[in-house]
């Protein structure tokens, strides 16, 4: 089975411009999650998408937005770039349970996108 | 504030000894996870204890939970320089959905 796949791996823009990262999860995975790693804030939740809805989000700006297709990959946009946007975004994906069952899952992350804005 | 918080920050080891990371979190929780990263690469789940649980075991990994402190502790034993990596401790807050808070890491470096 094929693992969570990220594109592109690495990325260079420049301030002001904007950009959009993909994530393909594992078949049959339902819920996509993305964080944003960087030396000063470690790793930090953006939001979850499960069945094209998103669950939850962490506290970024608007500029960071993501939607989640039927067919379970998601996509993730940074608008407006700023310096401090430069980090590695990791999507990690999970088979997420039916409504009832517990939340003890574990996260299959992709090699991230590296995302460096000049 | 990063709900986790690991300690120490970085160690560094003889292959074959033991090697034993801390973290700290602060509100209640449902599991706690640890992961571990190689280089910049993606995080790689390594063992996932419950709330009611205490003590785990996977392979050289023993992790233990100690809900009243608000702690949990890592122990790889008898290392590997293949063990060299990031180690994060990520928690689930009993929020729905996927949304784990990780800690800020331990860098463990095991020297052949």
């Known amino acids: 089975k094929a693992g969570v796949t990220q594109t592109p791996r690495y990325l260079i823009k420049t301030r002001g411009q904007q950009v959009t990262l993909s994530c393909s999860p594992i078949s049959g995975h339902r819920s996509v999650s993305w964080y944003q790693q960087t030396p000063g804030q470690g790793l930090q939740f953006l939001f979850e998408?499960?069945?094209?809805?998103?669950?939850n989000k962490g506290n970024f700006p608007g500029r960071f937005s993501g939607r989640q297709f039927s067919n379970s990959r998601s996509e993730m946009n940074v608008s407006t770039l700023e310096l401090g946007d430069s980090a590695l975004y990791l999507c990690?994906?999970?088979?997420?349970?039916?409504?009832?069952?517990?939340?003890?899952?574990?996260?299959?992350f992709g090699s991230g996108t590296q995302l460096s804005v000049l | 504030s990063q709900q986790g918080e690991e300690d120490p920050q970085a160690l560094s080891i003889q292959e074959g000894e033991n090697a034993t990371m801390n973290c700290s979190y602060k509100t209640s929780i449902n599991n706690l996870q640890w992961y571990r990263q190689n280089s910049g690469r993606g995080l790689v789940h390594l063992i996932l204890i419950r709330s009611n649980e205490r003590e785990k075991h996977s392979g050289r990994l023993r992790v233990t939970l100690d809900t009243s402190k608000k702690s949990s502790s890592l122990l790889i034993t008898a290392s590997r320089a293949a063990d060299t990596a990031s180690y994060f401790c990520?928690?689930?807050?009993?929020?729905?959905?996927?949304?784990?808070?990780f800690g800020g890491g331990t860098r463990v470096l095991v020297k052949p």
């Open positions: 990520a928690t689930d807050i009993k929020a729905a959905g996927n949304k784990l808070t």
């Open positions: 990690a994906s999970s088979l997420a349970p039916l409504p009832g069952q517990g939340f003890d899952e574990k996260l299959f």
């Open positions: 998408y499960f069945s094209e809805t998103q669950r």
